[in-house]
DNA sequence: TCAAGCGTTTGTCCAAGACAAAATGAGTGA
DNA sequence: TCACTCATTTTGTCTTGGACAAACGCTTGA
């Protein structure tokens, strides 16, 4: 029966890889071997959808799939745990009690410990270096396998909820540069795009956040009709690196050339040398570092 | 060159139309009638985008893409604008008031004005009459061409700083049931859930916020991982119609019995007579009707 | 007025082949 | 030892044309 079976879509929903990858990786390397139903259509049981998860989860740490889908189970014990790399350094101990407690489910702790940790550090130290260092925390969790996915949505959506409100809670930038902020269709990592807000409001900047997954001709008629001056896409680790390039060129082609065009985010960092008009921001700092960049050439 | 013309993949993206569906629209109707690049690969021309993109505002409003993309253009004026119907009866103003802010561009007017109407009128009096009322004038608005893409998502991205804001200013609910709020994978329409999660936290359920798009096994993690009672999804009408029943099985199937399924939104009001242990919430109203049912079932 | 039956429409899936971009590894020079 | 180039493999995405089932909408019958 299909009641615990998978077709080809629900697989592709569920892990992430897309259709026409799941059967040419069938036809290469011979796994997965999916039943068929009454029409020819694939059925996938759920270990095998379990163990895609798996692939997808060391693809994204940087493994190559030839290798894993054609290992058996040791790649299970030798690649799934880089186990403790140091959990955190110099850590006063905040960042362990909070991974704590999302493991153990506590809602309402789980918020007054990250407020609490905001307003100890103030809004800029806790998103230049708490923050980041969470994600990195809850990131490495999941892909240890120590995170199930709904505890790191909890995590995301709790640390949303306080980015937000503390958005909320600052005066309004009305200065410049006005900065349009959003990420382009696929890349729903909303945390990127918070914290960079945070950061542009708290020097005054400007944001006129679009949320996530704005095609990019509506970026442009955004950046046009907001009379923004730059315009800031966040790219997760997860977004298909061979996609970035050619949407920033595209971008850039149709932005009026004095509207600066900024890349963030992990999965923006492979760009290093890139065209010309294009900044990559290379850390969360790195925004402040082009904030005054900016600031300086408007200056002169 | 194809600075300015978009790849299949790229269309995909930008539409939400699946490649499949692209190539046999093509194949059967005759459109679109993308050029080729030197491999062979499909080259969209903007224009051809756009077009696609109006069909597919059309088609979740309920027109059939046969009759769509034969038209030529007497469909872009005869069924685009069923122009204003009454753009809001019994409107004390706010609603049009608000759309003029979002049409203008202006964030901080938009925000206090949003901020001052929910104040006035109550948490659950906006949520279950303005807000629906909003979303309803927007959604209109855009489908009639009034409203770009990129104010939609300004819109989207104020209210749900708003609701945010709202949800963390209540009391965390503590109390019965226990609701895990989520969306399936590919549904990423949020203002739905933070609604819910609003009217449940204020009857003092206690809810755990997943965000959207939960793997459907992560939900069923969830549920048991959090003792919840309730697991309740929010379907859009933009979701695939054809997909929420069998997801809707498939989960059933995957939970404890105990475990109530709520689904609610403009998708899953197609979803009229089905399944045994699958709640259907018709409305936002009737997300208290069927907490008042749970607990009186309770109580017995 | 509603239910049942029956074409039509429509999205998704399949197969096998092809190709280009990215990653890898070998070889070369400073 | 490092940096660079070049050839080779790997890998994802795109192609065509055929097929089918589920949903739609119309018509018929009660």
Same mark, same amino acid.
């Given at each position: 029966?299909?009641?615990?079976?998978?077709?080809?879509?629900?697989v592709e929903?569920d892990t992430g890889l897309a259709k026409?990858t799941l059967?040419?990786w069938?036809?290469?390397?011979?796994?997965?071997?999916?039943?068929?139903?009454?029409?020819?259509?694939?059925?996938?049981?759920?270990?095998?959808?379990?163990?895609l998860r798996?692939i997808k989860?060391?693809m994204?740490?940087?493994?190559?799939?030839?290798?894993?889908?054609?290992?058996?189970?040791?790649?299970?014990?030798?690649?799934?745990?880089?186990?403790?790399?140091?959990?955190?350094?110099?850590?006063?101990?905040?960042?362990?009690?909070?991974?704590?407690?999302?493991?153990?489910?506590?809602?309402?702790? &789980? /918020?007054? =410990?990250? +407020?609490?940790?905001?307003?100890?550090? !103030?809004?800029?130290?806790?998103? $230049?270096? @708490? *923050? %980041?260092?969470?994600?990195?925390?809850?990131?490495?969790?999941?892909?240890?396998?120590?995170?199930?996915?709904?505890?790191?949505?909890?995590?995301?959506?709790?640390?949303?909820?306080? &980015? /937000?409100? =503390?958005? +909320?809670?600052?005066?309004?930038?009305? !200065?410049?540069?006005?900065?349009? $902020?959003? @990420? *382009? %269709?696929?890349?729903?990592?909303?945390?990127?795009?918070?914290?960079?807000?945070?950061?542009?409001?708290?020097?005054?900047?400007?944001?006129?956040?679009?949320?996530?997954?704005?095609? &990019?001709?509506?970026?442009?008629?955004?950046?046009?009709?907001?009379?923004?001056?730059?315009?800031?896409?966040?790219?997760?680790?997860?977004?298909?690196?061979?996609?970035?390039?050619?949407?920033?060129?595209?971008?850039?082609?149709?932005?009026?050339?004095?509207?600066?065009?900024?890349?963030?985010?992990?999965?923006?960092?492979?760009?290093?040398?890139?065209?010309?008009?294009?900044?990559?921001?290379?850390?969360?700092?790195?925004?402040?570092?082009?904030?005054?960049?900016?600031?300086?050439?408007?200056?002169?």
């Amino acid at each position: 029966m299909s009641e615990t079976n998978f077709s080809i879509a629900a697989v592709e929903r569920d892990t992430g890889l897309a259709k026409d990858t799941l059967r040419v990786w069938e036809r290469r390397y011979g796994f997965p071997t999916p039943a068929r139903d009454t029409n020819g259509e694939r059925l996938y049981p759920p270990e095998q959808v379990e163990r895609l998860r798996l692939i997808k989860r060391l693809m994204d740490q940087g493994f190559r799939p030839g290798k894993l889908v054609s290992a058996s189970s040791e790649e299970l014990s030798a690649l799934t745990p880089p186990p403790a790399n140091a959990p955190a350094r110099a850590d006063d101990g905040t960042l362990s009690a909070i991974i704590a407690l999302v493991k153990g489910h506590d809602i309402a702790a &789980l /918020r007054s =410990a990250l +407020t609490q940790a905001m307003h100890r550090q !103030g809004l800029q130290t806790f998103i $230049l270096d @708490t *923050v %980041p260092r969470l994600n990195a925390a809850v990131g490495e969790a999941w892909m240890r396998g120590d995170f199930e996915v709904f505890e790191e949505h909890l995590y995301t959506e709790q640390m949303q909820s306080l &980015l /937000r409100q =503390a958005i +909320t809670a600052l005066p309004a930038g009305r !200065g410049r540069p006005r900065v349009v $902020l959003t @990420t *382009v %269709p696929e890349e729903q990592h909303v945390l990127g795009l918070l914290m960079s807000e945070c950061l542009l409001t708290l020097e005054g900047a400007a944001c006129i956040p679009l949320g996530t997954q704005t095609p &990019l001709a509506d970026i442009v008629r955004a950046a046009d009709a907001h009379a923004a001056d730059i315009v800031a896409l966040s790219f997760s680790a997860a977004f298909p690196g061979r996609q970035v390039a050619p949407l920033a060129a595209q971008l850039r082609a149709s932005l009026p050339p004095p509207v600066a065009l900024w890349l963030g985010g992990a999965g923006a960092e492979r760009l290093r040398g890139t065209a010309h008009g294009i900044t990559v921001v290379q850390s969360l700092a790195g925004i402040l570092d082009a904030l005054a960049d900016w600031r300086g050439r408007q200056a002169r």
